[in-house]
């Protein structure tokens, strides 16, 4: 294969996953994000997006509330330490 080739080859994948994006972004378009999306969108007139937004917002601080950082696989001192 020629350098030719190989740059077309890539050019057209690009512009397969350009179209691909495209169509992701409009999927999302109304589906909850966090509020600064909405507003670097210029969504944050839309109520309904942004209750959710508020409610996605509130989950996650809920999460992290309930899992702080650190708390993950400790096992500190149980079960043997035969290494």
Do not use: H
Request: charged residues 50%; proline residues 2%; aromatic residues 4%.
């Amino acid at each position: 294969m020629s350098r030719a080739e190989c740059g077309d080859r890539e050019v057209t994948k690009a512009i397969e996953r350009e179209a691909r994006q495209k169509v992701a972004e409009e999927e999302n378009k109304g589906k909850p994000r966090r509020y600064e999306q909405l507003v670097r969108d210029g969504m944050e007139d839309d109520a309904n997006l942004v209750d959710a937004s508020a409610k996605l917002d509130r989950d996650w601080d809920d999460w992290k509330d309930e899992n702080p950082r650190g708390s993950g696989n400790k096992m500190a001192d149980k079960g043997d330490r035969n290494f």
